[in-house]
């Protein structure tokens, strides 16, 4: 059964840094790419970041670009995200995703049930 | 603001067929890039209904089917119950904004 379970959400002031964690089980997790989507207070989802399998190549979306990085230990069977000059319009329930490769694009197949981000000073 | 749009809500009568609505453009679903769907309880993580537009993951009822023409796509629920009330999403690739995006969201209520 695959599992995903995110940790590290918290309280941080505007400016802040934050690193999220997701520990990955069920699966062969260096097969698969990994995503970060995160839904605002009210909003709706929002993709975030991919990384691929091996971990050499990673994706953003143009809102976290140069303020976030996305990482994996496969070692660990573990994906991270580091956000550093967080805003306040990044507080958001973030969700780890597995990624499915379909045609040169992904899609995501399995879930976290999300950690809590709020940046507020 | 997302790409692709989806309308607010839609409701329907147990054991009635809804249908929700995805509108792309040239740069996303009208590009040929494939629609997902996701069904998401608040407070839970969301669930894959549907990927490549038309293909249900295992243990997805039938009830769920969708489709995609043109810079659109949609998605049917036959025989609605109870425990379909939740937020529906459509996903897809853009190419002009080199992302992946979501639609706006639909909350499907069950009367």
């Known amino acids: 059964e695959v599992q995903l379970v995110e940790s590290g959400g918290g309280l941080v002031q505007p400016g802040g840094s934050l690193r999220l964690s997701c520990a990955a089980s069920g699966f062969t997790f260096n097969n698969y790419g990994m995503s970060w989507v995160r839904q605002a207070p009210g909003k709706g989802l929002e993709w975030v970041s991919i990384?691929?399998?091996?971990?050499?190549?990673?994706y953003y979306a143009d809102s976290v670009k140069g303020r976030f990085t996305i990482s994996r230990d496969n070692s660990k069977n573990t994906l991270y995200l580091q956000m550093n000059s967080l805003r306040a319009e990044d507080t958001a329930v973030y969700y780890c995703a597995k990624v499915v490769l379909w045609f040169g694009d992904y899609y995501f197949d399995y879930w976290g049930q999300g950690t809590l981000v709020t940046v507020s000073s | 603001q997302s790409v692709l749009t989806q309308p607010p809500s839609v409701s329907g009568a147990p054991g009635q067929r809804v249908t929700i609505s995805c509108a792309g453009s040239s740069s996303n679903i009208g590009a040929g890039y494939d629609v997902h769907w996701y069904q998401h309880l608040p407070g839970t993580a969301p669930k894959l209904l549907i990927y490549?537009?038309?293909n249900r993951p295992s243990g997805v009822p039938d009830r769920f089917s969708g489709s995609k023409s043109g810079t659109s796509a949609s998605l049917a629920i036959s025989g609605l119950q109870a425990e379909d009330e939740a937020d529906y999403y459509c996903?897809?690739?853009?190419?002009?904004?080199?992302?992946?995006?979501f639609g706006t969201g639909t909350k499907v209520t069950v009367l």
């Open positions: 996903q897809s690739y853009d190419n002009s904004l080199s992302g992946y995006v």
């Open positions: 990384i691929v399998g091996s971990g050499h190549s990673t």
């Open positions: 490549g537009s038309t």
